[in-house]
């Protein structure tokens, strides 16, 4: 008697055992192909066939790549378009609900979706237009406050 109960037992549990393992497989299934459980910064599919640099490489050093090109710009007054911050904004552009480029007012910008992630902050954009320039994007994409010029949004930006 003691061991039939005990058989019984022990089948009861071997079938909640297979019951739970049916219902995490089903779970898994359900999951997204990359669900990991570290949160990524969500980063917007770019214009363009690759960007002014190696993608490992801008993502590392786009800091001081855009540093040195200012300065020499600033200083020096050379003004190519490789590592221009106009060029980076014309291709990395995020369209909001509206259709229309977000600036970096919004948490959705290029710049912002992974800046917010690692907690930096940049001051560009009091100066620099964060939308792209006129003739990027179709007319009826473009924003109202994309003035000609990287500094073209500055009186409109920084009202
Ligand atoms: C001609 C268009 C173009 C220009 C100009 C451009 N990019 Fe890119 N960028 C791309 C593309 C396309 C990718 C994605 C490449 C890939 O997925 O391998 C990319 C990737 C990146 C990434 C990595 C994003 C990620 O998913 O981790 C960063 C950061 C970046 N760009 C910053 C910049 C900065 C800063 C500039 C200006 C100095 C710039 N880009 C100029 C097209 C551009
Ligand atoms: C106080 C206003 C101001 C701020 C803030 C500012 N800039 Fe500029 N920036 C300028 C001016 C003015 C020029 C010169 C534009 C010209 O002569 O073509 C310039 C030029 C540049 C250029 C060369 C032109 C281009 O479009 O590529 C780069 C790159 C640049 N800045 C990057 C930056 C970056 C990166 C930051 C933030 C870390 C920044 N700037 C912040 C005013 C500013
Ligand atoms: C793939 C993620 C990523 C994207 C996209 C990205 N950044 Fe960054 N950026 C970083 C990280 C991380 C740092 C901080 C690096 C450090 O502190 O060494 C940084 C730092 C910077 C700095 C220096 C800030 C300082 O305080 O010195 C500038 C300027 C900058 N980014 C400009 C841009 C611009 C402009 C864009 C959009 C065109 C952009 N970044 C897009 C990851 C990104």
């Known amino acids: 008697m003691t061991l039939r109960r005990a058989t019984i037992a022990a089948i009861t549990v ?11 497989a089903w779970a898994t299934e359900q999951e997204p192909v990359d669900s990991s459980r ?3 910064p969500d980063i917007t599919e ?8 190696d993608t490992d490489f801008i993502r590392r050093n786009h800091m001081s790549l855009l540093k040195h090109k200012r300065d020499e710009t600033v200083h020096e007054g050379i003004r190519t378009k490789q590592f221009s911050l106009k060029g980076c904004i014309n291709c990395h552009v995020v369209t909001g609900p509206d259709k229309l480029p ?8 290029f710049c912002r979706s992974c800046h917010d992630y690692a907690a ?16 990027v994007l179709p007319a009826d994409h473009q924003a109202d406050n994309a003035l000609p010029g990287s500094l073209g949004a500055h009186g409109i930006e920084c009202k």
């Open 120 to 135: 930096v902050k940049i001051d560009c954009f009091q100066c620099h237009s964060s939308t792209p320039e006129p003739g």
């Open 46 to 53: 770019p214009q363009g066939e690759s960007c002014a640099e």
């Open 38 to 40: 570290v949160p990524l």
């Open 102 to 109: 977000v600036s970096a007012a919004s948490p959705d910008h």
């Open 14 to 24: 071997l079938l909640v055992y297979l019951a739970g393992l049916a219902v995490v």
